[in-house]
């Protein structure tokens, strides 16, 4: 079983079926794009909720953080 996120298998799919000058070609370079931005963005929120000593049950802002977090887990 892999453990490659879906949306960079797909990427891998469409740009290994279609050659560079096709919209698939040009939508799955965006996909890597996006997964790439993704994970700066996650790495950014968990570096926050694990440097904040406020605890979560006093920072509305820190839960919804720890709930993007989660959210992408489930979806990676």
Known sequence: MSTQPEA????????????PNMPEYKIAAELRRLHAVNEELLEALEE?????????????RK????????KAGEQA
Not at 8 to 19: D, N, P, T, V
Not at 63 to 70: E, G, T, V
Request: overall charge neutral; charged content about 30%.
């Open 48 to 60: 926050y909720v694990n440097a904040d000593p406020v605890d979560d049950a006093l920072n509305p």
């Open 8 to 19: 960079l298998r797909l990427a891998k799919e469409c740009m290994e079926i279609h050659s």
């Open 63 to 70: 839960r919804k953080a720890r709930a993007a977090i989660a």
